[in-house]
């Protein structure tokens, strides 16, 4: 099982924010608004995909995922506050 | 010297925001509403987050970095519709 960590920002019109986001904190930690990260499998990330596309509006909603096979080439920095991602791993 | 490509997400409080987006244009490309990406000297980065931090509140507001030092095991998939990003390198 081929394992990916993710980052995925979300840009998702107000009346489907939530439904949204209930998808996303399945397989992702909660970082900050709109953005959400974690590790997760090939096929996590397909349904992951599939319940998105059930939900938004594809015309007007608009959802990036960031795919690293290796978090090895990759830092983080945070001005101000850590709003969520306890377990940041990257 | 050193690029970089850079992934900028931020939380910031409605009255800010306009000034941190001002910011941040000047080094990177809009992508969607709270992100911005593009490629970056370590020096053109450092004045960035130097700028930032005049303008941020560091107790309310976070600003995420995602810095990588080559784009090579990362890729980018986008569901809906594609806002911004016309020169998008990964």
């Given at each position: 099982m081929v394992k990916i960590y993710l980052i995925m920002v979300y840009d998702i019109k107000e009346e489907r924010v939530n439904k949204v986001l209930k998808i996303a904190r399945k397989y992702l930690n909660w970082i900050q608004n709109s953005v959400l990260e974690g590790e997760i499998s090939d096929a996590g990330f397909t349904k992951l995909k599939m319940e998105i596309k059930e939900v938004i509006n594809l015309e007007e909603d608009s959802v990036i995922f960031y795919l690293m096979?290796?978090?090895?080439?990759t830092s983080r920095e945070v001005i101000g506050i850590e709003k969520g991602g306890e377990e940041t791993i990257i």
């Open positions: 096979r290796t978090t090895r080439y």
